[in-house]
């Protein structure tokens, strides 16, 4: 099995709940797909004879991030229909967009997004899209960690297709790619599906023993509608259901009240905060600090390229943190080393895989990216933590490590051709809106 020594940089473990698991002048040794060291310089065990040797001076050592929701095949949207209401941006924009989607359209799409995503240090992503087939074998290809579900909407109603669907994926891809890709099932949101079919996805979720991926009070209308036809909200009307029952990512979370954080706090839901698209289609700012005090599980996710509309955790960190101060008239709110959390270990309990990536931990799978802190962005040296929240940007990030396979060196991706990407996205991107008018 191969062997990586990172050695002279900056480790942040993210093992501690406060700021000290930090090893300056560190390293980390490499076995197979797993972390077999993490200490400081010098204490790899002596007959440890690394393949291969990373010099991480003047870097940061840190997790993967976790990218908890998006849908990456929606790179091929960005920048076609911004600064647009909703209803409009959705029903004239992106729907007839989506409906000329090929199969391959996908596979190219979620390269892309993978692209940007390593480039910017994200490992682990959230998915929920169609044609998934295409996205597995994206992740396969290009070499990162996902959880994929496939986009189910109640249409026709009654209509199962969708959950046949899901069942063949899940018997395909769960667990494949050497245990990188995990599937959960993907009902859109409470006001796409109704509780029937709900129920129908939780039983299967339980048949097939996965999780559950869906979007959750999202705007102020869904609330009004969900309370007009259900009497109650979102969150609660899941909860009615027995979703909660198994693991659940719910995305946005963004209209609560009390009664609801509570439930998601008690249930352990896997909250996703997506604070870019929330501005972005004005719908409304995410309780977090409030849920984090309440003991919910929150991570962070880009969403779609079509509503951020890049797919970097770097920013959405730093969004997260001043969308809380500014919301709760706060500047001790959201601080830097727990937003950092949110985007690390947090992520991987969203995804259920926190027993295998979040941390730098001897036994964990070695999702490591170096961070080049020798920036004039990056200087002083003061606090690690507000630079990497507030000052660091994506293409500061150097190398990617994902389950032990070095997949990007010095800015080098090395599992696919980027220049091939692309030229086939734009190539597609413009057929589709030609297609589409
Ligand atoms: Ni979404």
């Not at 597995?136 to 996902?146: C, D, N, S, Y």
């Not at 880009?302 to 797919?311: E, F, I, K, L």
């Not at 997949?407 to 091939?420: F, P, R, S």
Request: proline residues 5%; hydrophobic residues 45%; contains cysteine.
């Amino acid at each position: 099995m191969a062997k990586i020594l990172i050695r002279g940089g900056t480790v942040v473990t993210m093992e501690e709940e406060d700021r000290s698991a930090v090893i300056e002048n560190g390293e980390v040794a490499v076995t197979g797909p797993r972390i077999t060291h993490v200490g400081p310089a010098g204490t790899a065990p002596a007959g440890f004879k690394p393949d291969k040797e990373i010099n991480a001076a003047g870097m940061a050592v840190l997790p993967g991030l976790v990218n908890a929701h998006t849908h990456a095949a929606m790179t091929l949207f960005r920048g076609y229909a911004d600064d647009l209401p909703l209803m409009e941006w959705l029903k004239e924009k992106i729907w007839p967009l989506e409906a000329k989607l090929t199969k391959d359209d996908i596979y190219w799409g979620t390269l892309l997004c993978g692209l940007e995503m390593i480039k910017s240090g994200t490992t682990t992503f959230a998915d929920m899209y169609f044609h998934m087939n295409q996205v597995a074998q994206a992740v396969e290809k290009i070499g990162m960690r996902a959880s994929l579900s496939w986009g189910l909407i109640e249409s026709p109603p009654s209509s199962t297709v969708g959950l046949t669907l899901s069942q063949r994926f899940a018997d395909r891809w769960h667990g494949a790619a050497d245990n990188r890709i995990t599937v959960m099932l993907g009902p859109h949101a409470p006001y796409t599906c109704t509780p029937d079919f709900l129920k129908k996805v939780i039983k299967l979720a339980q048949k097939l023993n996965v999780g559950i991926h869906i979007h959750l009070a999202e705007t102020g209308q869904e609330i009004e509608d969900i309370k007009r036809d259900y009497g109650t909200t979102p969150v609660q009307l899941m909860d009615e259901i027995e979703m909660f029952e198994v693991p659940v990512i719910a995305a946005h979370c963004v209209h609560l009240n009390e009664e609801d954080i509570a439930v998601l706090a008690a249930k352990k839901v896997g909250v996703v905060h997506n604070p870019e698209s929330n501005m972005k289609l004005a719908s409304g700012i995410a309780p977090v600090k409030k849920m984090l005090t309440a003991g919910c599980l929150v991570g962070l996710g880009t969403d779609g390229a079509a509503s951020n509309n890049n797919q970097n955790m770097w920013e959405e960190m730093h969004s997260a943190a001043l969308l809380q101060k500014v919301a709760s008239n706060d500047p001790t709110a959201l601080p830097a080393y727990q937003t950092l959390t949110l985007a690390t270990v947090n992520g991987a309990k969203v995804l259920g895989l926190s027993k295998e990536i979040g941390l730098l931990k001897k036994g964990y799978k070695a999702d490591i990216i170096l961070v080049n802190l020798q920036k004039p962005h990056l200087y002083p040296h003061h606090d690690l933590f507000a630079h990497l929240v507030y000052a660091a940007q994506g293409s500061d990030v150097e190398t990617v490590i994902i389950d032990g396979q070095l997949i990007m060196e010095n800015k080098q991706v090395l599992t696919v051709d980027e220049e091939e990407i692309l030229f086939e996205t734009q190539k597609r991107a413009v057929r589709l809106i030609k297609n589409a008018k």
